[in-house]
């Protein structure tokens, strides 16, 4: 069997993480069970998410034990296997960790997939993975759009907001403003991800980011896809329209809080609005995958939506590449190549 590099938590971030809280370790590769087979890793998908994972708090998710490699969803292929299920060869996604070969079995996680259909199989990470779907079953079941709604999205740049924004568009919305952090990602919000306006939260107290989307909308917002949390959370619930709704999808602005989380100071506007906030999260749609997969991939191919992924090499670079999430260093869907 190959040595196998992985990734490993060994103590708990108290804030933003640092080295010390990670190993690069090599070592045996598991024998297979009867039913198991042995995936070779070739991408490992970075998300926000992660980062509530490695806490030692309850969770949908129980956090990584302590000497194990960081969780994360993995493209890769069957490199051994001992079930018919899964022969050698098979392309498959799913949730393993930051390691060159994860150990699976047939009835688990994983799905086999055809990279034949997609430009690349990272895509299965990105628009046709969790993050689209996220977007896809969230902005139109959680949201619960109406035609001619004005949308405020957060995080608006990021893979998933810079898709919940599309998504508006195509199904109907009147304006979508999207906030994002700088005038380059504000730009490629207008440009390339076809947003209405676009509001830079750099520099911008809660006044000013309150006023600024008062200015783009000033009959108020009637959905916000909520990624961020803090401030800009407080500004969209200070310019809520009657019976607004409110997709809760991520607190980015808070993972790394050392003295603890913030909190929204603003959510009796969702007494005098009527409005209403629920929380999302995508593992409530994976028997519908096949429904949003489908119409997102014809999305695609009608050039209705458009996406962006970046890909950092080496497993050794999984933290300065995870800490992007959180400066707003990348550009699209955060992605390590763990393969050489």
Known sequence: MPDNRRFLLVRRPDGAPVADDFRLETGPTPDLAEGQFLIRNHYASLDPAMRGWMDDEPSYMPPIPLGTPVRASTVGVVAE???????????????????????????????????????SPTNFLSVLGAVGMTA??????????????????TGAAGAVGSLVGQIAKANGASKVIGIAGGPEKCARLIERY????????????????????????????????????GDILDAGLNNLAMYARIGLC????????????TGARNIWQLIVKRASLTGL???????????????????????????????????????????KLFSGGNDGKMILKVAP
């Not at 830079?200 to 959905?223: C, F, H, M, Q, W």
């Not at 096949?290 to 950092?312: C, H, N, P, R, Y």
Request: overall charge negative; aromatic content about 10%.
């Open 81 to 119: 296997s001992r079930t018919d299920e899964f022969p050698v060869g098979t392309w498959v996604v799913g949730l393993n960790a930051i390691e060159e070969y994860s150990v699976s079995a047939a009835g688990g996680f994983s799905q086999a997939i055809d990279p034949a259909m997609v430009p």
């Open 281 to 323: 999260l995508v593992a409530d749609y994976v028997p519908r995958f096949g429904e949003g997969i489908a119409q997102m991939a014809a999305w695609m191919q009608s050039g209705t939506l458009v996406f962006d992924e970046q890909i950092d090499e080496g497993i050794e670079n999984a933290l300065p590449a995870f800490l």
């Open 250 to 261: 991520g607190l980015i602005s808070e993972y790394n809080n050392a003295g603890g989380k």
């Open 194 to 229: 076809k947003f209405d306006a676009a509001i830079d939260y750099r520099g911008k107290s809660l006044d000013d980011l309150t006023a600024a989307i008062a200015a783009e909308a000033p009959d108020g917002v009637n959905v916000i896809f909520e990624n961020v949390g």
């Open 136 to 153: 896809y079953f969230g902005y139109l079941e959680v949201c619960k759009p109406n035609p001619g709604d004005v949308v405020l999205v």
